[in-house]
Protein backbone atom coordinates (compact mmCIF):
# COMPACT_ATOMS: atom_id res chain seq x y z
CA UNK A 1 0.00 0.00 0.00
CA UNK A 2 1.65 3.39 -0.91
CA UNK A 3 1.60 6.43 0.96
CA UNK A 4 -1.50 8.26 1.70
CA UNK A 5 -2.99 11.25 0.66
CA UNK A 6 -1.75 13.30 3.92
CA UNK A 7 1.93 11.66 3.41
CA UNK A 8 2.19 12.73 -0.23
CA UNK A 9 0.91 16.28 0.55
CA UNK A 10 3.66 16.06 4.16
CA UNK A 11 6.30 14.76 1.54
CA UNK A 12 5.06 17.71 -1.65
CA UNK A 13 5.55 19.88 1.64
CA UNK A 14 9.31 18.92 2.34
CA UNK A 15 10.46 18.45 -1.05
CA UNK A 16 8.97 22.68 -1.82
CA UNK A 17 11.06 23.68 1.38
CA UNK A 18 7.96 24.30 3.58
CA UNK A 19 8.12 23.62 7.43
CA UNK A 20 4.60 22.38 8.70
CA UNK A 21 3.03 20.71 11.85
CA UNK A 22 0.05 18.85 12.02
CA UNK A 23 -1.89 18.14 14.91
CA UNK A 24 -4.31 15.54 15.16
CA UNK A 25 -7.83 15.93 16.57
CA UNK A 26 -11.36 14.49 16.61
CA UNK A 27 -13.17 15.06 12.73
CA UNK A 28 -14.05 18.74 12.23
CA UNK A 29 -16.80 19.45 9.15
CA UNK A 30 -16.85 23.71 9.95
CA UNK A 31 -14.53 26.07 11.79
CA UNK A 32 -17.07 26.36 14.40
CA UNK A 33 -17.13 22.86 15.46
CA UNK A 34 -13.01 23.31 16.35
CA UNK A 35 -13.35 26.42 18.23
CA UNK A 36 -12.74 25.02 21.12
CA UNK A 37 -9.43 23.72 19.54
CA UNK A 38 -7.83 26.78 18.18
CA UNK A 39 -5.72 27.52 20.86
CA UNK A 40 -4.18 23.90 20.87
CA UNK A 41 -3.40 24.13 16.94
CA UNK A 42 -0.94 27.34 15.92
CA UNK A 43 -2.33 29.91 12.76
CA UNK A 44 -5.20 31.34 12.04
CA UNK A 45 -8.28 28.76 11.17
CA UNK A 46 -9.43 29.44 7.79
CA UNK A 47 -12.72 28.56 6.14
CA UNK A 48 -12.62 27.13 2.37
CA UNK A 49 -15.55 26.65 0.34
CA UNK A 50 -15.54 25.43 -3.32
CA UNK A 51 -17.70 26.84 -5.50
CA UNK A 52 -19.22 26.65 -8.81
CA UNK A 53 -21.19 30.02 -10.60
CA UNK A 54 -23.68 29.72 -13.40
CA UNK A 55 -21.27 29.40 -16.06
CA UNK A 56 -19.54 26.13 -14.59
CA UNK A 57 -16.59 27.76 -13.37
CA UNK A 58 -15.04 26.77 -10.30
CA UNK A 59 -13.62 28.32 -7.11
CA UNK A 60 -11.87 27.88 -3.90
CA UNK A 61 -12.46 30.75 -1.69
CA UNK A 62 -9.86 30.50 1.49
CA UNK A 63 -10.68 33.07 3.96
CA UNK A 64 -10.73 33.44 7.32
CA UNK A 65 -12.66 31.17 9.72
CA UNK A 66 -14.41 34.19 11.59
CA UNK A 67 -15.94 35.55 8.73
CA UNK A 68 -19.03 34.64 7.70
CA UNK A 69 -18.96 34.13 3.41
CA UNK A 70 -21.02 36.36 1.37
CA UNK A 71 -21.60 34.67 -1.75
CA UNK A 72 -23.69 36.89 -3.19
CA UNK A 73 -20.83 39.67 -2.51
CA UNK A 74 -18.27 37.17 -3.72
CA UNK A 75 -20.12 36.80 -6.94
CA UNK A 76 -20.02 40.44 -7.58
CA UNK A 77 -16.20 40.94 -6.45
CA UNK A 78 -15.14 37.97 -8.77
CA UNK A 79 -17.77 38.85 -11.57
CA UNK A 80 -18.99 35.45 -11.46
CA UNK A 81 -22.48 34.59 -12.25
CA UNK A 82 -24.23 33.42 -9.07
CA UNK A 83 -21.64 31.56 -7.16
CA UNK A 84 -23.38 28.38 -5.04
CA UNK A 85 -21.75 25.57 -3.04
CA UNK A 86 -20.21 22.97 -5.15
CA UNK A 87 -22.14 19.16 -5.36
CA UNK A 88 -19.96 16.53 -2.83
CA UNK A 89 -19.48 14.30 -5.68
CA UNK A 90 -17.69 17.22 -7.83
CA UNK A 91 -15.68 18.01 -4.94
CA UNK A 92 -14.67 14.27 -5.29
CA UNK A 93 -14.24 14.23 -9.03
CA UNK A 94 -11.85 17.67 -9.15
CA UNK A 95 -10.23 18.03 -5.40
CA UNK A 96 -10.53 14.37 -4.40
CA UNK A 97 -11.83 15.40 -1.09
CA UNK A 98 -15.26 14.81 0.99
CA UNK A 99 -17.03 18.03 2.66
CA UNK A 100 -15.50 19.12 5.79
CA UNK A 101 -11.73 18.39 4.13
CA UNK A 102 -11.64 20.91 2.02
CA UNK A 103 -8.36 23.01 2.13
CA UNK A 104 -5.49 24.50 -0.75
CA UNK A 105 -3.64 21.18 -0.20
CA UNK A 106 -6.37 19.37 -1.77
CA UNK A 107 -5.49 21.23 -5.06
CA UNK A 108 -2.90 19.06 -5.75
CA UNK A 109 -5.84 16.58 -6.96
CA UNK A 110 -6.87 19.26 -9.41
CA UNK A 111 -4.88 17.74 -12.42
CA UNK A 112 -6.36 19.92 -14.87
CA UNK A 113 -5.75 22.96 -13.26
CA UNK A 114 -9.84 24.07 -13.12
CA UNK A 115 -10.08 25.29 -10.10
CA UNK A 116 -10.09 29.11 -9.66
CA UNK A 117 -8.14 30.15 -6.15
CA UNK A 118 -8.86 33.48 -4.50
CA UNK A 119 -7.30 33.79 -1.19
CA UNK A 120 -8.43 36.42 0.91
CA UNK A 121 -5.93 39.53 1.61
CA UNK A 122 -6.10 40.22 5.25
CA UNK A 123 -5.76 36.36 6.10
CA UNK A 124 -2.44 36.72 4.00
CA UNK A 125 -0.90 38.52 6.52
CA UNK A 126 -1.20 36.42 9.55
CA UNK A 127 2.29 35.04 10.13
CA UNK A 128 0.83 31.31 10.05
CA UNK A 129 -2.06 29.47 8.58
CA UNK A 130 -4.07 26.26 9.49
CA UNK A 131 -5.29 24.14 6.97
CA UNK A 132 -6.83 20.36 6.82
CA UNK A 133 -4.29 17.74 5.27
CA UNK A 134 -7.05 16.25 3.20
CA UNK A 135 -8.90 14.95 5.97
CA UNK A 136 -10.38 16.64 8.42
CA UNK A 137 -9.54 14.98 11.72
CA UNK A 138 -6.27 17.04 11.76
CA UNK A 139 -4.44 20.66 10.72
CA UNK A 140 -1.82 21.21 9.37
CA UNK A 141 -0.24 24.63 9.70
CA UNK A 142 2.23 26.27 7.19
CA UNK A 143 3.44 30.00 6.89
CA UNK A 144 0.98 32.11 5.04
CA UNK A 145 4.18 32.79 2.94
CA UNK A 146 4.61 29.23 2.03
CA UNK A 147 0.81 28.98 0.92
CA UNK A 148 1.90 31.08 -1.83
CA UNK A 149 5.04 29.13 -2.52
CA UNK A 150 2.37 25.70 -2.29
CA UNK A 151 0.15 27.58 -4.94
CA UNK A 152 2.58 28.68 -7.18
CA UNK A 153 4.27 25.01 -7.06
CA UNK A 154 1.16 23.66 -8.31
CA UNK A 155 0.82 26.37 -11.02
CA UNK A 156 -1.76 28.61 -9.68
CA UNK A 157 -1.54 32.55 -9.47
CA UNK A 158 -4.15 32.93 -6.71
CA UNK A 159 -6.64 36.02 -6.96
CA UNK A 160 -5.76 37.82 -3.19
CA UNK A 161 -8.78 39.89 -2.55
CA UNK A 162 -10.86 41.10 0.15
CA UNK A 163 -13.33 37.93 0.69
CA UNK A 164 -14.51 39.30 4.40
CA UNK A 165 -17.70 39.71 5.41
CA UNK A 166 -19.67 39.84 8.56
CA UNK A 167 -17.64 38.52 11.61
CA UNK A 168 -19.51 35.18 12.95
CA UNK A 169 -20.76 35.73 16.13
CA UNK A 170 -19.12 32.96 18.62
CA UNK A 171 -21.19 31.71 21.86
Not at 52 to 75: E, F, N, Q, T, Y
Not at 159 to 165: A, I, K, Q, S
Amino acid sequence: MGPSPSERLGAFLDSLGIVHTTVEHRPLFTVEEGRDLHASIPGLHCKNLFLKDKRGLLWLIVMPGDLRADLARLSGLLKATRLSFAAPALLAEVLGVTPGSVSPFALMNDTERCVNVVVDRSMMQSPHLAFHPLRNDASTTIRAVDLRVFLEALGYAPLERDCGGTEVPHG
